[in-house]
């Protein structure tokens, strides 16, 4: 069993950084793959970013590749994503989620492929 607590979103304005971390209890983390989803009101959920276990493989989607960046730290059993140049449509409920198991040795992208998922944090950016 792994839970995960996202922190960090907030308001920001259009062009500016944000960095949310992802907190996991747990033994597993460090062979969970782990990824990034977001919710923007009225629209599904949209797949954001996926790292490997060990941090070396890393998937992102088009609209957000050369602004966000995917890390964890396994010591802290935490998982980041760095946000740039921020758009106001960006603007979502952001979750994360691990992957176990078999699902922990690809780079999901839809939330089926994710065993468990935080409760979210609203990130928001003003034009």
């Known amino acids: 069993q792994v839970q995960l607590v996202e922190s960090g979103g907030g308001l920001v304005q259009a062009g500016g950084s944000l960095r949310l971390s992802c907190a996991a209890s747990g033994r597993t983390f460090s062979s969970s793959a782990m990824g990034w989803f977001r919710q923007a009101p009225g629209k599904e959920h949209e797949f954001v970013a996926s790292?490997?276990?060990?941090?070396?493989?890393?998937y992102y989607t088009n609209s957000v590749k050369g602004r966000f960046t995917i890390s964890r730290d396994n010591a802290k059993n935490t998982v980041y994503l760095h946000m740039n140049t921020l758009k106001p449509d960006d603007t979502a409920v952001y979750y994360c989620?691990?992957?176990?198991?078999?699902?922990?040795?690809?780079?999901?992208?839809?939330?089926?492929?994710?065993?468990?998922w935080g409760q979210g944090t609203q990130v928001t950016v003003s034009s």
């Open positions: 790292i490997s276990r060990g941090g070396g493989g890393r």
């Open positions: 989620a691990a992957a176990a198991g078999r699902r922990a040795l690809a780079l999901g992208t839809f939330a089926r492929e994710y065993d468990y």
